[in-house]
């Protein structure tokens, strides 16, 4: 399975303006099935969040990566002959 998104978040600072992040993240996984309903997956996640703000020293530009390698618990099931559900969770 592949996914991919793109968005944006808010930073909140209590004593700074806030200031807003682009975020996009990308992420594979494959999955084993140990019975029809029920599967392991792992895979591999990349995340960038990159945006510009600004505080008392002036303007600035702020860059994240975050790398993760998630490890679920996948549950499948269908739910009429052309939909299926799928589900996951884990960390």
């Known amino acids: 399975m ?8 808010i930073v909140e600072n209590e004593n700074q ?13 494959f999955n084993y099935s140990i019975s029809k309903k029920i599967g392991v997956a792992s895979g591999i996640e990349i995340n960038e969040l990159s945006g510009q703000g600004f505080n ?8 994240r990566t975050l ?5 679920l618990v996948t549950l499948n099931t269908n739910v009429s002959e052309n939909i299926s559900f799928f589900s996951n969770f884990g960390f």
């Open 56 to 63: 008392t020293f002036g303007n600035f530009y702020h860059e």
């Open 17 to 29: 303006p806030d200031y807003n992040l682009n975020s996009i993240n990308a992420e594979v996984l």
């Open 67 to 71: 790398l993760k390698i998630p490890v």
């Open 2 to 9: 592949g996914f991919f998104g793109f968005g944006y978040g």
